[in-house]
C-alpha cells in the first residue's frame, strides 16, 4: 500500500510519498517541485508511481502556493516569480538537511523533478548543489536569464512595473548565478532527463532544447542526458511524459 504523509518540514507544507512498508527505511529520495498556480498535491498521481518503484518522494508546497499562500494578489505573486525560485533552491537544501535528520537516505541518493516553474528550479538547483544524483526537467527552462528578460518584457506590455530599471538588474545578475545555460560544466556528466511539448504556449520550447543539443557535447556518455518532444503538446505533462519519468529515476537513482 502507498502511504501519502503530510510533514512540516522546516516550515515547509510537504506531502511524502512512500510504499507504507518501507516507511521508516533507508530508500532513494526524489524531490518533485510543481508548476505556478499549482501545489503539491497535483503531483500526487506521478509521486505514487515514483512510490511504487521504491523510492520516497517528497512534495513541497512553493512559497504562495498551496498551504503556504498567503492571499497575494494574483499580479504580485506573478511579478515574484524569481523570487519563487530563488526560495525553492532554499527549501530543497532543507529538505535534503530533513533527510539527513531523518536518516532516511539510501546511500545519499537523491534526485529531483520538476514541472514548468519546478522545472526550471530543478535547473537552477543543478547549479548550486552537486549532491544531486539525477534530474528530471518537464517543461521548464534552463535559459533562465534569458526566460527572465523575456518575461519582462511581456509584463512590460501589460502593466507599469513597480521596479526600477536598476532593480531589474540587479535581478538578472542574480539569476546569473544560477543559469545553468551560462555554467553547463556543472551538470558534471549526472544524468538529466528533459521532456516538453512542442507547442508549449507558456515556456518556450526551444529554450531546452537548444540547451540540449549544446549540453551532449559536455556527457561521456551520451545516454547520460535524453531529450523527449511531443508534437501538437502544449503546456501540459502528458502521461507517456510520466511513466519516462519513472523510467528514468528507476534506471539512473
Do not use: C
Request: a negative charge.
Amino acid at each position: 500500500m502507498i502511504g501519502v504523509y503530510k510533514e512540516e518540514i522546516n516550515e515547509i507544507p510537504s506531502l511524502i510519498v512512500v510504499d507504507a512498508s518501507m516507511e521508516n527505511e533507508k530508500l532513494p529520495a526524489i524531490i518533485k517541485m510543481h508548476g505556478f498556480t499549482s501545489a503539491k498535491e497535483h503531483n500526487l498521481d506521478l509521486a505514487y508511481l515514483l512510490a511504487e518503484k521504491g523510492f520516497r518522494v517528497i512534495l513541497p508546497d512553493s512559497v504562495h502556493h498551496g498551504e503556504r499562500d498567503m492571499g497575494i494578489p494574483p499580479m504580485k505573486r506573478t511579478l515574484a516569480f524569481w523570487e519563487i525560485v530563488m526560495q525553492n533552491l532554499k527549501d530543497i537544501e532543507s529538505i535534503k538537511s530533513f533527510l539527513e535528520e531523518k536518516q532516511w537516505l539510501k546511500d545519499n541518493r537523491i534526485g529531483i523533478a520538476g514541472t514548468s516553474m519546478g522545472g526550471i528550479t530543478v535547473s537552477a538547483a543543478l547549479t548550486q548543489f552537486p549532491w544531486i544524483k539525477t534530474s528530471v526537467i518537464l517543461m521548464g527552462s534552463p535559459k533562465i536569464s534569458e526566460f527572465a528578460k523575456e518575461l519582462v518584457d511581456s509584463y512590460r506590455k501589460m502593466i507599469n512595473l513597480p521596479f526600477s530599471d536598476e532593480m531589474i538588474d540587479q535581478l538578472y545578475d542574480r539569476l546569473e548565478a544560477i543559469d545553468l545555460s551560462k555554467q553547463p560544466e556543472k551538470l558534471n556528466n549526472r544524468p538529466l532527463l528533459f521532456w516538453h511539448g512542442e507547442n508549449d504556449s507558456v515556456v518556450p520550447f526551444n529554450h531546452s532544447h537548444s540547451f540540449y543539443k549544446e549540453a551532449k557535447s559536455f556527457y561521456e556518455n551520451p545516454g547520460d542526458i535524453k531529450y523527449l518532444k511531443e508534437e501538437n503538446r502544449d503546456h501540459k505533462v502528458s502521461r507517456p511524459a510520466k511513466l519516462e519519468t519513472v523510467k528514468w529515476f528507476k534506471e539512473h537513482l
